[in-house]
């Protein structure tokens, strides 16, 4: 249950419903409300372009998505002790890898799910501090269940952004920092670049 | 303690083995965080004798889940899911969650009669909430907070806290109440393969990890803090996670030890 929905996770952030529109204009809540919504109308109105054309469908992933996100932050979490004395382009390169197994994931979660999945933002509620907060929803998968899915946010110069997404309290980070960390530190990190570009290593079933 | 006798035994046993065992335990894994994990050693062995049960179990899984429609497959589910509502109900009064229980024993009384034995969940429908409670969890909530990992044979991952308390609820589970002899032993099975069949999405990605036996251990423990904390644990300390690595980079992150 826990990994299809770490799965269906990332599928679900696009699926807003847009429940609270009485949020500040920059927080969190209200960033993971406006952009999964306006990934989600676009997708539900263009669903038969998007399923015979699945790269213009993660064009806009990518698009929309990406500016949300502080992959290069998750990369060095999840690198971790692993990640000392790496260069920064060798991190950048292993987030970015990272990145585009998401995407691929995300593309094909929207195509598959669109129609079936629901998801409410929750209320911000008071964890919020200057530089870290989390935004909680709750997703109502195809069998009526309901799944929480947080995501956490870190302020960054460039406004707030998402570096963490935890599913039942499993998180992201911390799973595969577990599996990343020593597996860089025995193979070294060009081995692991190498298993997620070629879709070896798998993330987020 | 009439009809659990058989059962409890083998637990029992299980767990003196366990215990055993962990007498001789190995080192743990280095290169991850710090797991509460001392009888790694023991629970890796574990680990690998039931995925060797697996090759016998999986199997089985996967064709119950392909000749049992998605209907019937909930419904096995809502059934065995229901039997647990006394157990949850028990320690709810235990953990002084009053509210919450009044809420499980209108669950069991809706579901055990208009669900039809529980097949039909017709509480969620009516919109009474479902809660998951046992005896690991109140001892959580009482302050054992901190329970070392433990691999239970056939059961899987828990804590020696869990473990026990696993034995504890199924004294009062109904399941030995109401089933007796090879009936119970069937009801036992179904629920396992039941279960089984519940993670058959997740095998692939077990498969590809790294090291999964670290990859279920990290899953578990998570989820069961999540349990603990009736779904709203404290948020992570990230923090710790770039200690020392970049602090250069991070001035801000670098906390005491």
Known sequence: MKFRILCLLAIASLFSGSLYAQTEADSPVFLVESITGKIFSDVTNNLEQYTENPEALKDLVR???????????????????AGRGLEKEKIEEFATSMSNLLIDRYAKGLLQFSSKIKLQVLPQRGDLN?????????????????APVDYAFRKTPDGWKAFDVVVEGISYVTTYRNQIMPEVQANGIDSVIERLNTGQLQLAE | MYPDLHKLRIIGCLVVIALLLAGCAGTQSRNTDPVNDPWEGYNRKVFAFNEGMDKVVRPIAVGYDKITPDPVQRGVGNFFRNLDAPVTYVN??????????????????????????????????????????????????????????????IFGPSTFRDGTGRLADSFYSPVGRVFHGSNRWGLWIMRGIDRRAMYLEQDAELNSAYDPYVLMRDVWMQNRQFQIYDGDPPMLDYDLYLE??????DPGTTGGQ
Do not use: C
Not at chain 2, 139 to 147: E, F, L
């Open chain 2, 244 to 249: 020392d690595d970049f602090e250069e980079e």
């Open chain 1, 63 to 81: 698009r929309d998505l990406m500016p949300l996100l502080d992959i290069n932050y998750s990369a060095r979490l999840i690198l971790g002790r």
């Open chain 2, 92 to 153: 709810q009064v235990l953990q002084g969650k009053f509210k919450h229980s009044i809420s499980t024993l209108g669950r069991f009384l809706v579901n055990s009669t208009f669900g039809l034995l529980g097949f039909f969940d017709i509480a969620t429908q009516m919109g009474i909430p479902f809660y998951n409670e046992d005896l690991g969890q109140t001892m959580a909530n009482w302050g054992y907070d901190d329970s070392r990992y433990l691999m239970l044979p």
């Open chain 1, 130 to 146: 200057e530089k870290l907060t989390r935004v909680k929803t709750r997703v109502t998968l195809p069998d009526g269940g309901e």
